[in-house]
């Protein structure tokens, strides 16, 4: 290239570098001769410094003398600053410096030539010659760099390197040198009072660890600083997870990541996990500990599991280690109800429960799991099963005066669930040890409070309290018996004022009684008697709450009688509604459950057994239906000591002779059909004062005539009907289910040879679940219009 031109095709201008500075003709920078820096060479380091910061610097005695410098070409060799000669050991003659002394002084305006940086200017001047006023410039300086930083591999490292100096710096006069010489330019570039210039590196990878550089170059100087990169690959697993235990519902499982590629620490272990067989999202839950137990899973569903280690900082998540499938097991049974677990012996204990229901197909065994509660970890436990048909288990081989803790599943072809922990001790070998900790409280002159505390797992059944007053020979005995160790106390009564009492107290167990302790002192107190005052306030007191009482007790008494006789008052004009015409010639004849029809195409008619109901037993409340000749009430009855609703069918006083022999007629028909689901069926009759009063199965939905009528929403509400684009609020299934009720109460009556004769939906009624049931069995005349035919 020519000169001052740079660049592969020689058209790029240099900068002009001073003090014998050359321009690089493939870079276009300045090559500074030793002793110089800054980008156009102008800053002179001083005596015996050199490097591109000045920061370099010679230790002998001599300085820089003797020292030949040798820099990329074009520059090439020369001696230090303010040294020349073959061998660089004389100093520049008055008025040279800089390397070879080839630079002359030209100082103006009082500025004295040094040999080693040139011109020294006087104070208020500047330049190569003293020739700029003002203040001299400033060399930059690096403030405030991150050393060292950790990353981790993969995020965008974005670096900042902030300098000041005089002028400040300018973006192109930054770089960021990488470990490997690569130059980074500055993305961003903020300048105040400084400069702060952003560098993005968007993946940084493990190689770029090492040794990174911030430079800084301006005609005053240039500045560099070294920080430390290292770059971080985050954990993963060498290994898969591990199952545990498994269950119906839940898995446990075994985290086996202590070894694992790339770096740590580990800060965080996640457990990733989702249904093998569904497309869905992994989901995760953090570990702490080496295990993890998953709840609410699906039953005999596989899952997969992975696990995922993380490392502190930005990034730190490593990639889901391997991969491994688990599968929970099948539903099993729930463990088995009423479980016992008493002593029944020193060496044995009764565990029981309720009997399993079994079938067939099932193979089914009772697993029970026992261990001392005294022994910690599974290898004490001793399983045993036994058949499913059993619910007793008589568990032997057993220490006496020891606790014991058992468990029970059902198990078929997969394990059913755990029960709770049953804990019992085995009787004892040894008599006990006496009750200890004997206190005495709440002592008054007549009485006082006695607690103990007793050992435990001494089968203890019951504590013997012995006391008598201090100097008589014989005791009087109190025996407590202990269901469970919770009761530890014991008031004494009916002792007599201001007297010492000697107290003994034992404890029994199956062995006998322990041995006598030390006999306990206790002392009432003397005799209290209350003054005149307080008892005339304490029977003012007794007599204004017995007033209150009373006049309470008055109120409710007064509250029931009424409510009582207007329930007698509703039943008497009832009763009178009912049979307020006494007949002459009683149509039916009844006698104790016996019903006799007078008909008169038979000369000996056989009586008809039906189920009494009893008069009292019967509380009507209102009137759901009336025909012509029979009107039908609602009402409470008592049946096998359970209360009901039922309806109640019976006749109007002026129903002729046929009319009740018909209704009479109906309770024959009722008794000899039995029971069925699609028929009113018969609860039972009474016959009161020569009428009969007919309990039938009450019908919340009233007959299938109205009900079919009240679902046309067309006619009754012909908005609603209109909007969801229906005339009725019954489905076609829901009218099928009636015709299908109706045809199976019809075969049964078919069956049972009888004739219905009058099958209308009126006689249909619409019982509890929408289950249609026949009724009336052609002896109801009600005020609508029918046909009756007879075939």
């Known amino acids: 290239c020519e000169a001052q031109k740079w660049g592969p095709s020689c058209s790029s201008h240099c900068p002009s570098c001073t003090n014998n500075g050359i321009c690089h003709e493939d870079t276009g920078e300045c090559i500074c001769p030793p002793g110089f820096m800054g980008k156009t060479c102008e800053k002179a380091c001083g005596a015996n410094t050199f490097g591109k910061t000045c920061e370099e610097s010679c230790k002998e005695n001599y300085g820089c003398r003797n020292y030949m410098f040798c820099l990329p070409d074009p520059y090439g060799c020369s001696c230090a600053t303010g040294w020349m000669g073959l061998e660089c050991d004389k100093e520049c003659k008055p008025g040279f410096y800089g390397s070879d002394c080839k630079l002359k002084c030209d100082c103006h305006n009082r500025g004295t030539c040094d040999r080693f940086k040139g011109c020294i200017c006087s104070l208020g001047w500047h330049g190569l010659q003293c020739e700029k006023e003002g203040s001299a410039d400033i060399s930059p300086q690096i403030e405030n760099l991150l050393d060292p930083v950790e990353l981790n591999s993969g995020v965008e490292f974005k670096p900042f390197c902030i300098a000041t100096g005089m002028p400040l710096p300018k973006s192109e006069e930054f770089k960021l040198l990488k470990q490997d010489g690569t130059v980074l330019r500055p993305a961003q570039i903020v300048i105040s009072n400084r400069s702060e210039a952003m560098f993005t590196i968007h993946r940084i990878q493990p190689r770029d660890t090492g040794t990174w550089v911030c430079s800084v170059q301006t005609v005053a100087g240039m500045a560099e600083k070294p920080f430390q990169v290292t770059v971080k690959v985050p954990p993963v697993p060498q290994y898969a997870p591990r199952l545990t235990d498994s269950g119906h519902n839940f898995l446990i499982i075994d985290i086996n990541a202590e070894l694992h590629l790339g770096d740590g620490p580990v800060v965080s272990t996640k457990l990733l996990y989702k249904p093998a067989k569904h497309y869905q999202s992994w989901m995760s839950v953090e570990v702490k500990g080496t295990s993890k137990r998953l709840d609410n899973l699906e039953p005999k569903t596989e899952y997969q599991f992975c696990v995922q280690l993380s490392r502190q900082g930005e990034g730190g998540e490593g990639h889901p280690g391997p991969q491994a499938s688990f599968t929970t097991a099948a539903l099993g049974l729930p463990p088995p109800e009423g479980l016992t677990l008493f002593p029944k012996s020193m060496t044995s204990l009764n565990l029981s429960w309720h009997p399993l229901t079994l079938r067939a197909e099932d193979d089914i065994r009772v697993e029970v799991e026992r261990k001392s509660v005294n022994d910690h970890g599974d290898e004490s436990s001793v399983i045993t ?407």
């Not at 049979?579 to 195409?601: I, M």
């Not at 002729?656 to 209704?663: A, E, G, I, P, T």
């Not at 009479?664 to 689901?677: N, R």
């Not at 829901?734 to 069956?751: E, K, N, P, T």
């Open 385 to 791: 099963q036994v058949p499913g048909n059993m619910s007793t288990l008589i568990i032997k081989d057993l220490e006496p005066r020891q606790q014991y803790m058992c468990r029970v599943r059902v198990n078929t072809r997969s394990q059913g669930e755990w029960s709770n922990y049953l804990y019992a001790w085995t009787f004892s070998d040894r008599i006990p040890p006496a009750p200890y900790n004997i206190k005495f409280s709440n002592t008054t002159d007549t009485s006082s409070v006695i607690s103990w505390t007793t050992a435990e797992g001494h089968s203890i059944s019951s504590i013997i309290i012995s006391y008598k007053i201090y100097g008589k020979a014989e005791y009087n005995h109190i025996d407590i018996v202990i269901k469970n160790t919770s009761i530890t106390q014991y008031h004494l009564k009916g002792l007599e004022p201001n007297t010492v009492y000697q107290v003994q107290i034992n404890a029994e167990n199956n062995i006998g009684l322990s041995n006598p302790n030390t006999s306990f002192e206790l002392k009432t107190l003397p005799e209290t008697k209350a003054s005149y005052e307080s008892k005339g306030n304490k029977m003012l007191l007794i007599a204004i709450l017995g007033s209150a009482g009373m006049t309470c007790v008055t109120i409710l008494l007064a509250f029931l009688i009424m409510l009582q006789l207007k329930r007698a008052n509703f039943q008497r004009r009832m009763a009178q509604a009912f049979q307020n015409v006494v007949r002459e010639e009683p149509a039916v004849q009844f006698n104790s459950g016996t019903l006799t029809l007078s008909r008169k195409a038979k000369n000996s008619p056989d009586p008809t057994i039906y189920p009494v109901l009893e008069w009292n037993d019967i509380k009507f409340q209102d009137v759901i239906g009336e025909g012509n000749f029979g009107q039908v009430l609602k009402a409470r009855i008592k049946k096998d000591g359970l209360r009901m609703d039922a309806a109640i069918k019976r006749m109007k006083e002026y129903a002729s002779k046929d009319d009740h022999r018909d209704f009479a007629g109906e309770l024959e028909v009722l008794c000899k059909l039995g029971h069925h689901p699609n028929i009113i069926n018969l609860l039972g009759a009474c016959e009161h004062r020569g009428y009969l009063y007919l309990a039938i199965e009450y019908a919340p939905h009233g007959n299938l005539l109205d009900f079919l009528r009240k679902s046309r929403v067309l006619e009754t509400d012909p908005a609603f009907a209109i909007a969801n684009s229906t005339a009725s609020t019954l489905s076609s299934q829901q009218l099928l289910h009636f015709a299908a009720d109706v045809a199976r109460g019809m075969d049964y009556l078919s069956q049972k040879q009888f004739i219905h004769r009058d099958l209308a939906a009126r006689n249909i009624l619409v019982g509890e679940n929408y289950v249609a049931k026949i009724a009336d069995f052609g002896l109801s005349r009600g005020q609508e219009v029918y046909v009756k035919k007879t075939m």
